[in-house]
T-cell receptor, first 118, second 115 residues
Framework: ETGVTQTPRHLVMGMTNKKSLKCEQHLGHNAMYWYKQSAKKPLELMFVYNFKEQTENNSVPSRFSPECPNSSHLFLHLHTLQPEDSALYLC?????????????????FGPGTRLTVL | AQSVTQPDIHITVSEGASLELRCNYSYGATPYLFWYVQSPGQGLQLLLKYFSGDTLVQGIKGFEAEFKRSQSSFNLRKPSVHWSDAAEYFCAVGAGADSNYQLIWGAGTKLIIKP
């Protein structure tokens, strides 16, 4: 595997379910991101991990819970979601300097998980 | 506050014709500017970026973009499109190296290629 992979590619879940999205990067990067992509809207940054430490939580509801066990893996745990949470969830990674991720860093994206909440 | 506007939701171009996708930004200082492309079923891929220097930037797949400070624009161009260029294109602005790492994204322009 190369680049950034995400599993599953598609997920349908009920509002009472618990599921997890997985992201793995094979690029040796040290920063990872979760984005939400809804139709006709700009990408929304949800979470950022620098060197496995969460450094950003953009007012994301607690029904989304990230986990970064190491610099290569990132999870997004989902529980009691709402239909408006249906979207494409994208994972990205970048190589940050010792000062942490910068907006000049090129981000490499996975193909996304298409989530549908019924 | 920073913002990015891509005025065209859809653009239809004939194969072999030239292309220009518009991007306007709002930011007080010199921005870092990016164009990404998202092919169907794929993640986003960086086409090109501008940080400083020559305002005409060359990217992959034959794309280029020109930074025009006076117009707060960073339009993407290609002289002759191919059917494989059909995708969604996103412009993004970075706040700067001494600021945070967040990119401000446009809503995207979907490029449709007519045979």
């Amino acid at each position: 595997e190369t680049g950034v992979t995400q599993t599953p590619r598609h997920l349908v879940m009920g509002m009472t379910n618990k599921k997890s999205l997985k992201c793995e990067q094979h690029l040796g990067h040290n920063a990872m991101y979760w984005y939400k992509q809804s139709a006709k809207k700009p990408l929304e940054l949800m979470f950022v991990y620098n060197f496995k430490e969460q450094t950003e939580n953009n007012s994301v509801p607690s029904r989304f819970s990230p986990e970064c066990p190491n610099s290569s893996h990132l999870f997004l745990h989902l529980h009691t979601l709402q239909p408006e949470d249906s979207a494409l969830y994208l994972c990205a990674s970048s190589q940050a300097t010792s000062g942490g991720a910068q907006s000049t860093d090129t981000q490499y994206f996975g193909p996304g998980t298409r989530l549908t909440v019924l | 506050a920073q913002s990015v506007t891509q005025p065209d939701i859809h653009i239809t171009v004939s194969e072999g014709a030239s292309l220009e996708l518009r991007c306007n930004y709002s930011y007080g200082a010199t921005p870092y500017l990016f164009w990404y492309v998202q092919s169907p079923g794929q993640g986003l891929q960086l086409l090109l970026k501008y940080f400083s220097g020559d305002t005409l930037v060359q990217g992959i797949k034959g794309f280029e973009a020109e930074f025009k400070r006076s117009q707060s624009s960073f339009n993407l161009r290609k002289p002759s499109v191919h059917w494989s260029d059909a995708a969604e294109y996103f412009c993004a602005v970075g706040a700067g190296a001494d600021s945070n790492y967040q990119l401000i994204w446009g809503a995207g322009t979907k490029l449709i290629i007519k045979p």
